[in-house]
């Protein structure tokens, strides 16, 4: 059964940096894209970072060059750093292995930046 637990969300101010982390039980790991996605208030959930079982990573344009994914199999664990944030990088943060048919959601981490 598939479980993900993000964390490592809070408030921070503009041009500050977090470092979200998510463990992912239920599935396995080392064989799935991960990817993170974000949710606005008010907006569609989006795309934000993939990174494939090797390594391989994609970035929305909205991010490139201030973030970075990262994954440690051993872990079950994928990251992402986020340097530079503004206030549009507001929004809860969720984790999901990316081509995995589901309808689950873990709850998510809450990232706030103040300007």
């Known amino acids: 059964q598939l479980q993900l637990v993000e964390s490592g969300g809070g408030l921070v101010q503009a041009g500050g940096s977090l470092r979200l982390s998510c463990v992912a039980n239920?599935?396995?790991?080392?064989?799935?894209?991960m990817a993170w996605y974000r949710q606005a208030p008010g907006k569609q959930r989006e795309l934000v970072a993939s990174?494939?079982?090797?390594?391989?990573?994609n970035y929305a344009d909205s991010v490139r060059g201030r973030f970075t994914i990262s994954r440690d199999n051993s872990k079950n664990t994928v990251y992402l750093q986020m340097t530079s944030l503004g206030p549009e990088d507001t929004g809860v943060y969720y984790c999901?292995?990316?081509?995995?048919?589901?309808?689950?959601w873990g709850q998510g981490t809450q990232v706030t930046v103040s300007s």
């Open positions: 990174i494939t079982g090797r390594g391989v990573e």
């Open positions: 999901k292995p990316m081509y995995l048919q589901t309808d689950y």
């Open positions: 239920g599935i396995i790991f080392s064989i799935n894209v």
